[in-house]
């Protein structure tokens, strides 16, 4: 697990620019597990289940532990497969926060 995952999302109010370049590359190595970057904008994850109900599961803890942080993913549930997408909306990029939730949903699993 990530020590990201350690940490609280904090809540972006705007006005400041999105992650890129070194300070992104730094955070997507600590973060690992097959986060990708997408575009410099987002972080894009698959998750794999053996059915609908083990990725129902996750989905549901996911969704939970979003209210709990007021970080809100986008979630794309399937049979056997859970899509995550972060990104902070109020900036539309990534902060330091959307690499903390991203962490969390991995220690979810």
């Not at 575009?39 to 998750?47: M, P, Q, T």
């Not at 794309?76 to 902070?88: D, E, N, P, S």
Request: charged share 30%; with cysteine; proline share 5%.
């Amino acid at each position: 697990m990530s020590d990201l995952a350690l940490k609280e999302c904090v809540p972006c109010k705007g006005g400041v620019p999105p992650l890129e370049g070194e300070a992104l590359d730094k955070l997507r190595e600590e973060l690992g597990g097959d986060w990708r970057v997408v575009d410099g904008h987002h972080l894009e994850k698959e998750y794999k289940f053996p059915d609908f109900r083990a990725a129902l599961d996750f989905t549901n803890r996911v969704g939970e532990l979003a209210e709990g942080q007021g970080h809100h993913p986008d979630i794309f549930l399937a049979w056997g497969k859970v899509r995550v997408t972060i990104w902070t909306h109020k900036i539309d990029g990534l902060t330091e926060s959307d690499f903390i939730f991203a962490a969390k949903s991995d220690a979810a699993l």
